[in-house]
């Protein structure tokens, strides 16, 4: 409960526990989604098709591909992990 800014009835250890506690989730990976999303895989594969035919290339594929594999798989809150400080 708090009270004029301060926790009563926690005591220090507990507060500490806690945070130490949260910092160990937030370092875990995230869990792959039960039902991964392949739109996002689909239309990039559908533009570097188009892209392929109109002979022109941006030369970050691979890159594009990763990012639409991870967030397909892991969904859009895998990014604040992965960019998270270690």
């Known amino acids: 409960m708090a009270r ?3 926790l009563v ?5 507990e507060l500490k526990a806690e945070l130490e506690r949260r910092k160990q989730e937030a370092d875990k990976p995230p869990e792959p989604l039960l039902r991964p999303n392949m739109d996002g895989i689909v239309k990039l594969a ?3 098709v188009q892209q392929h035919a109109e002979k022109r290339d941006d030369g970050d594929s691979d ?6 594999v991870l967030t397909a798989v892991y969904g859009t809150g895998i990014w604040k992990w992965w960019n998270q400080e270690r």
Do not use: I
Request: proline residues 0%; negative net charge; contains cysteine.
């Open 46 to 48: 559908r533009e570097m």
């Open 9 to 13: 009835g926690v005591s220090d250890a």
């Open 63 to 68: 890159h594009w591909c990763f990012e639409a």
């Open 4 to 6: 004029n800014g301060r």
